[in-house]
């Protein structure tokens, strides 16, 4: 079967690297990571998405096109839990400034992915990766013999609604106004829940937007461990209404102290014993059809923080995907 999709950057299987401990059953993801070569049977498929040109265009800190290099590195050592094939496919590269270019391709790739029956694992990069890997299954779900409408739920951990109007440019602040501008003009519905929003960091006309589209949201001050019950409950209603469910964490929904290598850190934030068993929960819905994680950005990591996070999620994510 031949690759269906293609990388900007080839796998870089140097990256993975780790301790291999004698004992059976001791396997950690650098011993079971593959390049992704076309293989038929289903599995997890690694995308890197190293641009942050989005970033820099909404006046961030810059560095998350390092963000793909840094989580393969950290997920390598960590211990495999599940039987699942693990792929790398590589990277997608925004060069020239050419955000949509990238975004285009990462869109490409992810279809392809999604079309050879991977679930595919998107490493960003700014948030800007949203557009493209919305774009990437719903070209997949458009391209299926159906005449039912695909109904997308958009679930977004972070601390901003990434709503604003892109007629001032595309950026990491406008992928959710982009995508939901893109569903009007397919006839689609907009279904999108951000969970974790700052109203510090969030204009009144963003609130009035979100209202204004329906957007489900939590403010992350009201996200407790004490809410947990009223969350999932809040997320098993919203994904009753949606036959896909694409999973975007921006990992500015952290605080800064837990999460402090990303582009806008957070003053406060949610922890990450909250966020943890949500994404358990999306995990197990049977509705979770790719996942991209944002901002990890390397240059401002302390210890590795950042990236010991992102690789967490991932790793609850895949032992607990159904």
Known sequence: MPDPIRADRLPDMDSWQGRIDPEPKSERWHQVVTPWAGQADPGFALLGFACDEGVRRNKGRVGAKGGPTALRRTLSSLALHHAH??????????ADDDLAGAQQRLADAVQGLLAASQTPLIMGGGHEIALGTWTGLAQHLAARDTEQTPRIGIINFDAHFDLRDPGQGPSSGTPFAQIAAACEDRGWPFRYACLGVSR???????????????????????????????????????????DQVYLTICLDVFPAATVPGVSAPAARGVSLDVIE?????????????????????????????SARVAARLFHTLTQHWA
Do not use: W
């Open 85 to 94: 094939p693990l792929r790398d496919a590589g990277d997608i590269v925004c």
């Open 200 to 242: 510090a960091a969030n204009t009144r006309a963003l609130f009035k937007r979100a209202d204004e589209l329906a957007v489900v949201y939590r403010e992350d001050h009201t996200m407790t461990p004490a809410a947990l019950p009223e969350l999932h409950g809040l997320l098993t209603d919203f994904m009753a209404d949606c």
């Open 277 to 305: 068993p949500l994404l358990v929960q999306i995990a197990r819905s049977g509705r979770l059809a790719v996942t991209d994680m944002a901002e990890l950005n390397p240059d401002f990591d302390i210890d590795q923080r």
